[in-house]
């Protein structure tokens, strides 16, 4: 076990200490605190001089303009509104001199509808026009209530929306407001472990095949044997792999908390994302599946790897490994609207699938526990029939040499591994 132990740290602190992985670590937790703190960045920069250009209005009715305004401000809106006397044509020369960024044209013509022309250098504004529809939308509501002799009840009843509220019957569904929550919190967790398994799948096939052009392996194996050493590489660097991801969640959490634009509404945000009270259970099962779904693909890829002589030549090899993983998420994402679907249910089995989609199912139904124990079991057993098959071809595929034939390479390897 002393060997195992010297190329598991060797494994860990190498790639700790890389720069690649320093750099790599500090730009991502960096930039979760700047995309947490964007909005005091751009406060700061603005210095508090925010300037409101107030819109010019063209109309013929000031009263209508004063009541687009107060029906703006009831909307929270502050953008100014200001009457002028200019017409169309000289309002249009100095939107392209740049005097101004908007104009808006209204009319009352029948006294009980409004007709509006919102006039402005390109489409990028296509926020503010709506929320002025809606503003002119409300207010023609209360002209043609008021043109009916409405009482203000009577007009506000015609628009009470219907009452409607979805449940189910199944004994493994959960409320809507209960799905929305756990849904972002999935999808979070899912790109994670997606994420995980890809780069750390890569950077064990990555290094064997720079041991092997390097000519180190040949001296690591005649101390060590190949089998100690690819489970020593596969342990070494799945535990870098949860360390840096522990990191990422203790930086994204810190940020959240201490950013000052979010502090306000921390809770309702931790609420609306599923953050405010984490089920244990989806914690506990998130772990899980991202140990298991690591082991399985990273036996698969210190596999691919001691059968190449070149990095170079890793990327081509190990496609059809990062092609599994990307067809187990295209499926969970699907599934995410319909968690319950009779494809999502058969993929979740799947053992190189049950890191996204079984984790998926249990973090929005509720399942009978044996569903995620049998997918478990069976990745159990995958993995462990992978490492047996892995450590026979890796024994024989760590001393080949030369062109890669890819798979091809598989009978030589065990043959060789044999000998």
């Not at 960024?101 to 390109?122: K, N, T």
């Amino acid at each position: 076990m002393r060997d195992f132990w010297i190329i598991f740290k060797q494994a860990f602190l190498s790639k700790a200490k890389s720069k690649a992985f320093l750099i790599t670590t500090a730009v991502v937790v960096a930039g979760i605190f700047l995309l947490a703190n964007i909005t005091t960045i751009i406060e700061a920069f603005d210095d508090g001089k925010e300037e409101s250009t107030a819109i010019p209005v063209v109309a013929d009715n000031e009263a209508l303009v004063d009541r687009l305004g107060q029906q703006r401000t009831a909307m929270g809106e502050d953008s100014e509104l200001e009457v002028t006397g200019d017409s169309r044509d000289v309002l249009e020369d100095q939107l392209k001199e740049g005097e101004i960024e908007s104009f808006l044209i209204l009319r009352a013509p029948g006294g009980d509808s409004i007709e509006a022309e919102y006039v402005s250098e390109s489409s990028e504004m296509f926020g503010f026009p709506m929320m002025l529809q809606e503003a002119l939308q409300s207010m023609q509501t209360e002209m043609r209530a008021a043109e009916m002799e409405l009482a203000p009840e009577q007009a506000g009843a015609l628009f009470e929306p219907v009452g409607f509220e979805q449940t189910t019957v199944s004994s493994s569904g959960k409320t809507e407001e209960e799905m929305n929550q756990a849904r972002m919190l999935v999808y979070v967790l899912m790109f994670l472990i997606y994420f995980a398994v890809i780069m750390y799948s890569n950077m064990i096939a990555t290094e064997v095949a720079t041991e092997k052009s390097s000519r180190v392996m040949e001296i690591l194996i005649s101390s060590v044997s190949p089998v100690k050493h690819m489970f020593a590489k596969v342990f070494g660097i799945g535990t870098l792999g949860l360390v840096q991801m522990l990191l990422f969640g203790l930086a994204g959490y810190l940020a959240m908390k201490s950013s000052s634009s979010v502090s306000e509404m921390s809770e309702e945000v931790f609420s609306s994302l599923g953050l405010g009270n984490i089920p244990a259970s989806t914690i506990v099962y998130a772990i899980v599946f991202f140990v298991l779904g690591y082991f399985l693909y990273a036996v698969l890829a210190a596999l691919l790897g001691s059968l190449v002589s070149r990095t170079e030549d890793v990327a081509s090899l190990i496609t059809p490994l990062t092609m599994i993983i990307v067809v187990g998420f295209i499926i969970a994402a699907m599934g995410l609207s319909t968690p319950d679907a009779a494809f999502v249910t058969y993929a979740s089995y799947v053992p190189f699938f049950a890191p996204l989609v079984m984790f998926l199912r249990v973090g929005l139904l509720d399942l009978p526990w044996w569903e995620p124990a049998l997918a478990i079991g069976l990745m159990l057993l995958t993995i462990a029939v992978l490492g047996w098959f892995g450590a026979r071809v890796y024994k024989g595929g760590v001393l080949m040499y030369g062109p890669s034939r890819s798979l091809k390479d598989l009978k030589k390897a065990i043959q060789l591994g044999k000998e």
